[in-house]
């Protein structure tokens, strides 16, 4: 209890500063030692705060390299997870990205420091709206926020140099292969389990041909139709 009283007292500033310096550079460690290397992608990630994009009991736990519960029965995925595949994106800046899954919109936030433009959607209106606030917030106005049943794309803004779908389905939608540029690469997890499914990336080699690579075994919720409730 002393100790929380302490950080909380003003003329304890270079005290708290040290604490959140130290807690930002475990972060990154984390990072690094679970093998994102990406230099780019982790100098994004030491920018984009993540406690701006957890609210509530599990905000001290931001830093940790842990999913956590959000709105909507939903979760704002792992950090590392986060940097291995925005990492395996490749994304280059003058890139066009989709994301289908806003979640908490820490993904589309990471994506935004690496993309020209980032369209994300989420089927529920609710995570779009509250993750759309902290991107304005954040002054990121690059990101698009929408919601929309992601599975069917955005065919008015496609084709897409990068697609990452952060909710998992059985296979990789139709939809989103179409609108994948030629070149492109489109991270996503696949697998008919709900407990555990297998990171891939499908590499848009010609107008009918994909490349599909398996990367790691990974566990996100379902990518389900329609729109939710709220
Ligand atoms: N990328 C997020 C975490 C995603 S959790 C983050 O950084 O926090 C997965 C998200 O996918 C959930 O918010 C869920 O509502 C959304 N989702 C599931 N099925 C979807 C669909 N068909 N279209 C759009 N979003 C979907």
Excluded: W
Excluded at 27 to 40: H, M, Q
Excluded at 41 to 70: S, T
Excluded at 179 to 185: E, Y
């Amino acid at each position: 209890m002393t100790c929380s009283m302490r950080s909380g007292d003003s003329n304890e500033g270079p005290v708290t500063m040290s604490a959140e310096a130290e807690q930002k550079m475990q972060f990154l460690f984390a990072l690094r030692s679970r093998g994102v290397t990406d230099e780019a992608v982790l100098k994004a990630m030491e920018r984009i705060d993540r406690g701006a994009f957890v609210r509530g009991v599990f905000a001290e736990r931001a830093y940790e390299d842990m999913p956590l519960p959000i709105a909507c029965g939903q979760t704002i995925s792992q950090p590392s997870v986060v940097g291995l595949m925005t990492q395996a994106l490749k994304i280059s800046p003058r890139d066009k990205v989709l994301e289908v899954g806003t979640g908490s919109g820490y993904q589309a936030a990471i994506l935004s420091q690496l993309a020209r433009r980032v369209y994300t959607v989420d089927r529920h209106r609710r995570l779009a709206q509250s993750a759309q606030a902290i991107f304005t917030e954040l002054g990121l106005s690059t990101i698009i926020t929408m919601t929309a049943d992601g599975s069917h794309g955005l065919p008015e803004q496609a084709p897409f140099d990068r697609i990452l779908v952060t909710a998992a389905a059985e296979d990789p939608p139709g939809p989103l292969l179409a609108q994948l540029k030629i070149g492109g690469i489109m991270i996503l997890p696949v697998g008919q389990s709900d407990t555990v499914q297998t990171l891939i990336r499908v590499t848009r080699t010609g107008e009918t041909s994909y490349d599909y690579d398996e990367l790691r075994q990974v566990r996100f919720v379902p990518l389900l139709e329609g729109l939710g409730q709220d």
